[in-house]
């Protein structure tokens, strides 16, 4: 079974840059598709963008689309989220996930989260 804990979130201004990091405990992490979610104060969480097994595949929301990265790294079994430019709009928690494509129920393990605050 994985496991997965979310780190590097923190305040930034608008136009910033954050690398968030997702560690996964267990032997699955390289057969395993993986995702990034967000969800807003009040908002439902909503998809940000997924990543195949062997990284060779990536889908963006469009609202993310041009700014943020999604990549990892079987070796280390931590898969990334580099978010540039960005937004007030994009002040979320932001969590890893299992799985893969923008429904989240399709992702069937799901981190902690890590808070990201965009300061305007």
């Known amino acids: 079974q994985v496991q997965l804990v979310e780190s590097g979130g923190g305040l930034v201004q608008a136009g910033g840059s954050l690398r968030l990091s997702c560690a996964a405990s267990g032997r699955t992490f390289s057969n395993s598709d993986m995702g990034w979610f967000r969800q807003a104060p009040g908002k439902e969480r909503e998809f940000v963008a997924t990543i195949s097994w062997n990284g060779r595949s990536t889908y963006y929301a469009d609202s993310v689309k041009g700014r943020f990265t999604i990549s990892r790294d079987n070796a280390k079994n931590t898969v990334y989220l580099q978010m540039n430019s960005v937004k007030p709009e994009d002040t979320a928690v932001y969590y890893c996930?299992?799985?893969?494509?923008?429904?989240?129920?399709?992702?069937?393990?799901w981190g902690q989260g890590t808070q990201v605050t965009v300061s305007s």
């Open positions: 996930a299992r799985g893969w494509g923008p429904r989240s129920d399709n992702y069937d393990t």
